[in-house]
């Protein structure tokens, strides 16, 4: 008798559908689309130099290597998370190693966030639009999502109020450069929101993926930092998801949640339950890195998006129509383009595909109503200037025919 896959798969995994960036991804790899689709970082920023030397020494290191190599507590290792703790601390959020969980990537801290905090009919907010990859994550366990409007200063607080006066307890937001408009909330709106929260004993979940990758404009402190403990391990209304990935490399996958101490006590023995501990090597890799590297590497980083993001406002500036509207990220991967309510940006991606030889990822994706088909993502991290003008350019020829059609 053949199997039935169909009957066996369980409704929480039935829910998971696939990724129209990691699609996308597979497109951007043919030489002649000029890429503005994956949200990666540029591998011409990887210091390869630097990772050559870490990993001589560690292995060179006879006591240290073979401790890179065996099993390690499913918290993380001790110093890194010392580490991490101190560069909280610089940025005025001052939290023990207690507090702190070493992840495989920020995407698995979201991922044990969702089975520690949603089930089946719980209400999640998200902003419209929000990070495709968070709502995946929180899909499995099949919330019901509360969409919140953003306006400049971030959520709007009028709908952030309603929605938790209607029952949510969680909210999911990205205050700095968000994924995907690019987009920062002011410090009035943080402290808004916050105040929110706690009127109605919420938790906020903070994505903090793109916080370093400032370009201009002042550093407005995390909503970790504003939210006071007052030195209580075990109080907070702030989970925060950090990574390495955006200002190191991705590879390593060293991401971490930093979370009231019951909060993490349980997500330990999620991963006890799951993979039992981030990989030990990349934990001291990752750590002795971010010990030789920080913070020149982050200079230099954010020199070069700096440079690749004006590149790709002053296209826009230059080439776009009027009728198409778009963000000026002061930080980030990511620029938002709102286009003419005719054109459905999913229909615009296959002639930009097929004519254009460009790529971007549809905005409709990032709305958990599935609103938005006039929007899109681009990407300015890992094309070099001269095709990002020259791919602005051909889009914005593109726009222009489709929306006289």
């Not at 991490?84 to 190693?97: E, P, Q, T």
Request: charged share 25%.
């Amino acid at each position: 008798m053949t199997v039935q896959w169909n009957d066996l798969i369980v409704r929480d995994a039935r829910a998971l559908t696939a990724s129209e960036i990691r699609d996308l991804l597979k497109v951007a790899d043919r030489p002649e689309i000029i890429a503005f689709a994956g949200g990666v970082p540029d591998p011409a920023l990887f210091p390869l130099d630097a990772f050559r030397t870490v990993y001589d020494d560690l292995t060179q290191d006879d006591a240290a290597g073979r401790r890179s190599l065996q099993y390690s507590i499913s918290e993380g290792l001790p110093a890194l998370r010392h580490w991490i703790a101190d560069d909280l601390a610089s940025s005025g959020a001052v939290r023990s190693i207690d507090n702190i969980l070493i992840t495989n990537g920020a995407q698995q801290g979201l991922d044990m966030l969702a089975r520690l905090l949603l089930e089946p009919g719980r209400e999640i907010i998200v902003e419209k639009p929000s990070y495709l990859g968070a709502m995946q994550a929180f899909s499995m366990r099949r919330p019901t999502y509360v969409g919140v409007n953003m306006d400049a200063d971030g959520p709007v607080i009028a709908e952030l109020d309603a929605a938790f006066a209607g029952g949510a307890r969680v909210a999911y937001l990205a205050p700095d450069f968000q994924n995907p408009t690019g987009r920062s909330y002011t410090l009035e709106r943080r402290l808004a929101v916050l105040e929110t929260a706690r009127k109605y004993g919420a938790v906020i979940l903070e994505d903090a993926a793109y916080s370093k990758l400032s370009y201009e404009g002042d550093v407005l402190p995390s909503l970790l930092a504003l939210d006071d403990v007052e030195d209580d391990q075990n109080a907070g209304t702030v989970i925060q998801l950090g990574t390495f990935s955006k200002t190191l490399v991705p590879a390593l996958r060293i991401g971490w949640v930093c979370a009231p101490r019951p909060v993490i006590e349980r997500l330990v023995l999620i991963t006890q339950a799951g993979n039992l501990h981030v990989s030990t090597i990349n934990q001291e890799v990752a750590l002795r890195a971010a010990r030789k590297l920080f913070p020149g590497h982050l200079d230099t980083v954010r020199d070069a998006y700096r440079a690749k993001r004006d590149t790709m406002l002053a296209a826009m500036d230059e080439f776009m129509p009027d009728v198409v509207s778009y963000t000026r990220p002061e930080g980030g991967m990511f620029i938002w383009l709102t286009l003419p309510e005719n054109i459905d940006s999913r229909q615009l991606l296959e002639h930009a595909l097929e004519d254009a030889k460009v790529a971007f990822v549809p905005g409709q994706a990032f709305f958990c109503d599935h609103s938005g088909r006039n929007t899109a993502r681009l990407s300015f991290a890992t094309e070099k200037p001269d095709r990002i003008r020259d791919g602005i350019e051909r889009l914005a020829l593109l726009i222009k025919r489709v929306h006289n059609q």
